[in-house]
């Protein structure tokens, strides 16, 4: 079982930066593929951005995030984290941290662990 937790939401201006912390527990981490999605308010789930830590793959994003948004990894920490720059009020939700043995369910949105997310607020 891999337990999944996030830190460092909060409410920032618009133009600002967030750091999005992901610890996992209960597994060893290095073969999961891990990412990141979010949830605004009465919209659906969607998919910001995975990494994939032993294929040595580029990371993916959504189209709505590149080259505002960076994923990383620390394997050896069990951690994830997601640079968040140049944000903009369409970026406020909660964003949740998702981990799955397969990239493919981690894009689909169904990967097998979820965390509880994290809230993120940007202001006009």
């Known amino acids: 079982q891999v337990q999944l937790v996030e830190s460092g939401g909060g409410l920032v201006q618009a133009g600002g930066s967030l750091v999005l912390s992901c610890a996992a527990s209960?597994?060893?981490?290095?073969?999961?593929?891990m990412g990141w999605f979010r949830q605004a308010a009465g919209e659906e789930r969607e998919f910001v951005a995975a990494?994939?830590?032993?294929?040595?793959?580029?990371?993916y994003y959504a189209d709505s995030v590149k080259g505002r948004f960076t994923i990383s990894r620390d394997n050896a920490k069990n951690m994830a984290y997601l640079q968040m720059n140049s944000l903009k009020p369409e970026d406020t939700a909660i964003y949740y941290c998702?981990?799955?043995?397969?990239?493919?369910?981690?894009?689909?949105?169904?990967?097998?662990?979820w965390g509880q997310g994290t809230q993120v607020t940007v202001s006009s």
């Open positions: 998702a981990a799955d043995g397969t990239t493919a369910r981690l894009r689909a949105g169904v990967p097998d662990y």
């Open positions: 209960g597994r060893t981490m290095s073969r999961y593929a």
């Open positions: 990494a994939i830590s032993w294929s040595g793959g580029s990371p």
